[in-house]
């Protein structure tokens, strides 16, 4: 039978050629090893993992690391511990996130470590971290070679220390509050966009891709991981709890500069940059002053130029993508960079 994908290596047998159906297949093969793996049975800490992982969110993270090994020919199969791995590396890092922040929801319901206790949480959320590297190696015994494991392992650790770096370097521009823009993209690219970046270059590592087509993978990964960011950043004025999964007030509550905020202060001028600051700073309501700072970044065109920055890094993605070859997995990945684009809209 016809493989899902054109490339000869790849065989998942019966041929899935509507995008979409493609996209809830890979899904359903990462969501059906993560709910294997982390069933909710037996000791505690298995239970609060399965909680964080399970129903996933949209485990867009695992499917950029199965298009991208796709994207340079590889047997799908082979890496599905690995997109598992990525999605439990995601996780981990909002579990710690929610107790730095104080965040009580996370994909609307309580976050973990409002329904277990943080101490409890902190324990999942390192559990996690180390499956991760477990699930890399979980790929040699499905017949990757153990150099590409090795490879992957190293990317997925070097972008584990730049998320770190960039939680600290977050920490640090909220508690200076340090409205410049090139720190904050730079804290961006770092904090969010490295596991974007570990999940592309790690599925085209695995998947045996030369040397160039991973830098390019990787490239892909951190421009889009940037432009997811910044969109997240836009919720906040642009939607709802619900839609944010959750609370709308996070980033008041914890005084986290994000980049419309920072753009309506450069392009409000000083008037704008004093009353934005005074609302960000005060003590007030939460949703008051969201009401407030809202009203402002939308009049100052600070949501404007958040969404026309978030555009730049998805077009430029896509763009990246150009050297590697013609194929399902590579024009997914082009799509998934154009819907970035568009719901920056």
Request: hydrophobic share 45%.
């Given at each position: 039978?016809?493989?899902?994908?054109?490339?000869?290596?790849?065989?998942?047998?019966?041929?899935?050629?509507?995008?979409?159906?493609?996209?809830?297949?890979?899904?359903?093969?990462?969501?059906?090893?993560?709910?294997?793996?982390?069933?909710?049975?037996?000791?505690?800490?298995?239970?609060?993992?399965?909680?964080?992982?399970?129903?996933?969110?949209?485990?867009?993270?695992?499917?950029?690391?199965?298009?991208?090994?796709?994207?340079?020919?590889?047997?799908?199969?082979?890496?599905?511990?690995?997109?598992?791995?990525?999605?439990?590396?995601?996780?981990?890092?909002?579990?710690?996130?929610?107790?730095?922040?104080?965040?009580?929801?996370?994909?609307?319901?309580?976050?973990?470590?409002?329904?277990?206790?943080?101490?409890?949480?902190?324990?999942?959320?390192?559990?996690?971290?180390?499956?991760?590297?477990?699930?890399?190696?979980?790929?040699?015994?499905?017949?990757?070679?153990?150099?590409?494991?090795?490879?992957?392992?190293?990317?997925?650790?070097?972008?584990?220390?730049?998320?770190?770096?960039?939680?600290?370097?977050?920490?640090?521009?909220?508690?200076?509050?340090?409205?410049?823009?090139?720190?904050?993209?730079?804290?961006?690219?770092?904090?969010?966009?490295?596991?974007?970046?570990?999940?592309?270059a790690s599925g085209a590592i695995l998947g045996g891709g030369p040397a160039e087509w991973c830098a390019a993978l990787g490239s892909y990964g951190e421009l889009l991981g940037s432009a997811f960011q910044i969109h997240d950043d836009l919720l906040a004025y642009t939607s709802d709890g619900d839609a944010m999964g959750k609370a709308v007030t996070s980033d008041i509550t914890n005084q986290r500069l994000t980049l419309p905020f920072?753009?309506?202060?450069?392009?409000?001028?000083?008037?704008?940059?004093?009353?934005?600051?005074?609302?960000?700073?005060?003590?007030?309501?939460?949703?008051?002053?969201?009401?407030?700072?809202?009203?402002?970044?939308?009049?100052?065109?600070?949501?404007?130029?958040?969404?026309?920055?978030?555009?730049?890094?998805?077009?430029?993605?896509?763009?990246?993508?150009?050297?590697?070859?013609?194929?399902?997995?590579?024009?997914?990945?082009?799509?998934?960079?154009?819907?970035?684009?568009?719901?920056?809209?």
């Amino acid at each position: 039978m016809e493989s899902i994908y054109s490339t000869g290596k790849q065989d998942f047998g019966t041929a899935i050629l509507d995008r979409s159906d493609r996209i809830e297949y890979l899904v359903s093969l990462v969501g059906s090893h993560l709910e294997s793996t982390w069933n909710g049975k037996g000791v505690p800490l298995e239970r609060i993992c399965h909680y964080a992982l399970v129903p996933g969110g949209k485990l867009f993270r695992p499917l950029l690391l199965l298009e991208s090994a796709g994207a340079v020919g590889a047997n799908i199969a082979l890496v599905v511990p690995a997109a598992a791995g990525a999605e439990a590396g995601h996780v981990a890092s909002l579990i710690h996130d929610d107790i730095i922040d104080g965040d009580t929801m996370r994909r609307g319901r309580p976050s973990v470590h409002a329904a277990f206790g943080r101490d409890d949480a902190i324990v999942a959320g390192d559990a996690l971290i180390f499956y991760l590297f477990a699930a890399l190696a979980e790929c040699g015994e499905r017949g990757v070679p153990d150099d590409r494991v090795a490879q992957a392992m190293a990317a997925v650790a070097a972008a584990g220390i730049d998320l770190c770096r960039g939680q600290s370097m977050e920490a640090q521009l909220c508690a200076g509050y340090v409205c410049d823009v090139p720190s904050y993209l730079e804290m961006i690219r770092l904090k969010t966009s490295a596991l974007f970046r570990a999940a592309c270059a790690s599925g085209a590592i695995l998947g045996g891709g030369p040397a160039e087509w991973c830098a390019a993978l990787g490239s892909y990964g951190e421009l889009l991981g940037s432009a997811f960011q910044i969109h997240d950043d836009l919720l906040a004025y642009t939607s709802d709890g619900d839609a944010m999964g959750k609370a709308v007030t996070s980033d008041i509550t914890n005084q986290r500069l994000t980049l419309p905020f920072l753009l309506a202060r450069e392009l409000g001028g000083e008037p704008v940059a004093n009353e934005l600051d005074r609302h960000m700073r005060d003590s007030g309501d939460p949703a008051e002053r969201l009401a407030a700072v809202s009203a402002l970044v939308r009049e100052a065109g600070g949501v404007a130029a958040a969404t026309d920055a978030a555009r730049g890094y998805a077009i430029r993605a896509v763009e990246v993508l150009d050297v590697l070859p013609e194929s399902p997995s590579k024009e997914t990945l082009s799509y998934f960079a154009q819907a970035a684009v568009n719901r920056c809209g």
